[in-house]
């Protein structure tokens, strides 16, 4: 099982930055996928940005042109770099890792870090 370790989580302001981090207990070039997701209090747990062992990135709707999402395969560490933040932003964010061991999904989740957007 990998382990993920997230951190960057806090308190900002509308219009605010942060940049979360995950730390990988092993090499990113061993994921199929990693990503960020996030869950508010009360709502379903949802898919904020991935990205492909090959590069490829996807985002939801929400945080298109505001959030960016980019690895460092040297430091086995993804990041979230959130932007012009909203308070529907506010939530819990959690990384995670999907791998295929031969024919064998494995997902992997961090600890999760709270994100607060308040006026």
């Known amino acids: 099982q990998v382990q993920l370790v997230e951190s960057g989580g806090g308190l900002v302001q509308p219009g605010g930055s942060l940049r979360l981090s995950c730390a990988a207990s092993?090499?990113?070039?061993?994921?199929?996928?990693m990503g960020w997701y996030r869950q508010a209090p009360g709502k379903e747990r949802e898919l904020v940005a991935d990205?492909?062992?090959?590069?490829?990135?996807n985002y939801a709707d929400s945080v298109k042109g505001r959030f960016t999402i980019s690895r460092d395969n040297a430091k086995n560490t993804i990041y979230l770099q959130m932007n012009s933040l909203k308070p529907e932003d506010t939530a819990v964010y959690y990384c995670n890792a999907f791998r295929m061991v031969f024919t064998t999904p494995i997902t992997s989740w961090g600890q999760g870090t709270q994100v607060t957007v308040f006026s």
């Open positions: 092993a090499s990113l070039s061993s994921m199929n996928v």
């Open positions: 990205i492909t062992r090959g590069g490829s990135i």
